[in-house]
């Protein structure tokens, strides 16, 4: 799986949507939003066609996209996030894209509030990558 060989994955998002392995993996719990995450800070990749429950209130969109931010700056690289909020849907439901872009398991979220967090309104600078050659 994806994670076994992070050193293949340095400038390559993740999709799981397109990962038959990894779609797996969320079905059986044994891959998360948090999983993902922590192998974005050790390769330079971004959370992709990540589908939450379409419940999901923005500021915890927001966080998610604040801790990529982070992630990004303490390490100076990129990162993104592709987050599908998918409505009526809930978490173990499976969202069909269709072509290449596959399914997607709809992932659970952190239960924790992130509206004080976010409502702080700070900024997170992007990094600098174009002074380096």
């Known amino acids: ?42 390769c330079s990749v971004g959370l992709d066609m990540i589908v939450v ?19 990004g700056v303490i390490n100076n690289k990129t990162t993104a996030v592709r987050i599908i909020p998918a409505p009526g849907k809930e978490v173990g439901d499976l969202v069909e894209f269709g072509g290449l872009l596959g399914s997607g398991p709809v992932m659970p979220v952190s239960q ?7 409502g702080r309104g ?3 600078p992007a990094p600098i990558q174009s002074l380096r050659n």
Do not use: H, N, Q, W
């Open 122 to 124: 700070g900024r997170i």
């Open 112 to 118: 924790y509030g992130c509206e004080e967090f976010i």
């Open 1 to 42: 799986m994806a994670s076994s060989y992070v050193g293949g994955l340095s400038g390559a998002f993740i999709p799981v949507s397109e990962d038959a392995g990894m779609i797996d993996a969320v079905g059986r719990g044994a891959l998360t939003i948090e999983k993902l995450e922590a192998m974005t800070s050790v």
């Open 53 to 71: 429950p379409g419940s999901t209130s923005a500021s915890t969109i927001a966080a998610i996209i604040a801790d990529e931010a982070a992630i």
